[in-house]
């Protein structure tokens, strides 16, 4: 190993999304369900697959988070790019179709730039009813994972937890 390799050994680790946290995946569809009628929309963020214990490289999905400022009905859900927070960890999105129907359509793949996975979720929100797709809307697989995810809390942070995430 040169030099370059050895001092930054995660630097070129792969950000390949490689699977959902089954709590994530859980998550996301009880969280369409209570959505219905009307479509839901979250961010995906991920966590390295070495950090969850995996002997991976990759990132596995690991956080569904609500779009700020986001305005839904049955049939399509909105929100302003700019309000979503500008985070490394995130690696798509995931919103849902109460219809059932689990393709995008013109209108989601149009949000389909950022991210590398986007997974729809379709009613009536069974372990089933979900499909992954790449930034292109091409289907993807996801391998769904169970593993033991941080005991993180979203708002229980300390002054030394802001300055270890600035690092």
């Known amino acids: 190993?040169?030099?370059?390799?050895?001092?930054?050994?995660?630097?070129?680790?792969?950000?390949?999304?490689?699977?959902?946290?089954?709590?994530?995946?859980?998550f996301a569809?009880?969280?369409?369900?209570?959505?219905?009628?009307?479509?839901?929309?979250?961010q995906l963020r991920g966590t390295d697959a070495r950090k969850l214990d995996l002997d991976r490289d990759g990132t596995v999905i690991t956080d569904v988070l609500l779009a700020p400022g986001t305005k839904t009905?049955?049939?399509s859900a909105e929100f302003n790019p700019s309000y979503m927070p500008n985070d490394v960890k995130s690696v798509?999105?995931?919103h849902s179709h109460p219809n059932g129907v689990l393709r995008?359509?013109?209108?989601?793949?149009?949000?389909?730039?950022?991210?590398?996975?986007?997974?729809?979720?379709?009613?009536?929100?069974?372990?089933?009813?979900?499909?992954a797709f790449d930034s292109e809307g091409q289907p993807r697989d996801l391998e769904v994972l169970d593993v033991e995810l941080p005991d993180d809390q979203?708002?229980?942070?300390?002054?030394?937890?802001?300055?270890?995430?600035?690092?």
Do not use: C
């Open 1 to 26: 190993m040169g030099l370059l390799g050895s001092l930054t050994p995660n630097l070129f680790r792969s950000s390949k999304v490689i699977g959902i946290a089954d709590d994530a995946l859980h």
């Open 29 to 42: 569809l009880q969280a369409s369900e209570d959505a219905h009628p009307n479509e839901y929309m979250g």
């Open 73 to 75: 009905n049955p049939v």
């Open 92 to 94: 798509g999105s995931v």
């Open 104 to 131: 995008p359509s013109d209108a989601d793949l149009a949000t389909f730039s950022r991210g590398q996975v986007h997974i729809i979720v379709g009613a009536p929100y069974g372990r089933d009813d979900w499909r």
């Open 154 to 167: 979203f708002f229980d942070f300390t002054q030394a937890d802001i300055d270890r995430e600035l690092r």
